[in-house]
């Protein structure tokens, strides 16, 4: 069953058409990633789905449910969540007490102290559990994030450029952590330009282009897509 549908869904600001009749499926279980040139509407649609903008037409189905005009508040206790590109960790607090933040309004005691002590086991963050989080690379912070919007086990968890100023080696460790999620049932759509990120963890892919769905397939069909080449993918190689 489709954990997530939009259906003809337009987002216009003034006269500019940003988002263009995107019909977009995930299905409960995959991993989808969305990539697109600059200003191709990945964003908007992304923010679509998480209720920060309001559509101008068109419907987003989640789990059977119409949640078109939720506020995001609404569709992250229905089981959506989401790591932004720019880390938003608090800085002058430890690894665990961020994650003590994440989790305290459902867990408490020995509950909450052991899914902490998971989470820093599958984020790979134990021996960084005191130190600031303010302390950490670009790359631990980025995990650190993930690690807070999956604490309360979310259906959808939406990553926003979740590689963006990483090493490759970092991009890679990114890109077995959200393959982990995946393993363990979460269904994850994320946007990314890192089309190695892309090609290690997409099952399936959507291009945008002016703000509409240009193609979509598996990672080997978008690639041997000539015209995604033309518009993107000789783009990021140029």
């Not at 991993?31 to 209720?51: D, E, M, Q, V, W």
């Not at 990114?174 to 997409?202: I, S, W």
């Not at 509409?212 to 190689?237: C, M, N, P, T």
Request: net charge neutral.
């Amino acid at each position: 069953m489709a954990l997530l549908q939009t259906q003809a869904l337009n987002k216009h600001f003034g006269g500019l058409h940003v988002t263009n009749a995107v019909d977009l499926t995930l299905e409960q279980g995959e991993i989808h990633c969305l990539i697109g040139p600059n200003g191709a509407g990945k964003s908007t649609l992304f923010r679509l789905i998480l209720g920060e903008h309001r559509p101008s037409s068109g419907s987003i189905t989640f789990a059977g449910e119409d949640i078109t005009a939720l506020h995001s508040f609404d569709r992250i206790r229905r089981g959506i969540s989401v790591k932004f590109q720019v880390p938003g960790v608090f800085k002058g607090l430890s690894v665990r007490q961020n994650l003590e933040i994440a989790l305290q309004r459902k867990q408490s005691g020995a509950a909450l102290r052991g899914r902490i002590d998971e989470l820093l086991e599958f984020l790979g963050l134990k021996a960084d559990a005191r130190s600031l989080a303010g302390s950490l690379s670009h790359g631990q912070k980025q995990w650190l994030e993930i690690g807070m919007a999956i604490a309360l086990e979310p259906r959808l968890l939406l990553l926003d450029e979740p590689t963006a100023g990483m090493s490759p080696e970092e991009t890679h460790a990114t890109g077995e952590l959200v393959r982990r999620l995946n393993a363990k049932g979460m269904t994850v759509l994320a946007v990314e330009h890192d089309m190695a990120f892309v090609r290690q963890v997409a099952h399936t892919v959507t291009v945008l282009h002016l703000g509409k769905v240009f193609a979509q397939g598996s990672i080997d069909a978008i690639v041997a897509d000539e015209r995604v080449a033309a518009i993107y993918l000789g783009q990021a190689h140029a």
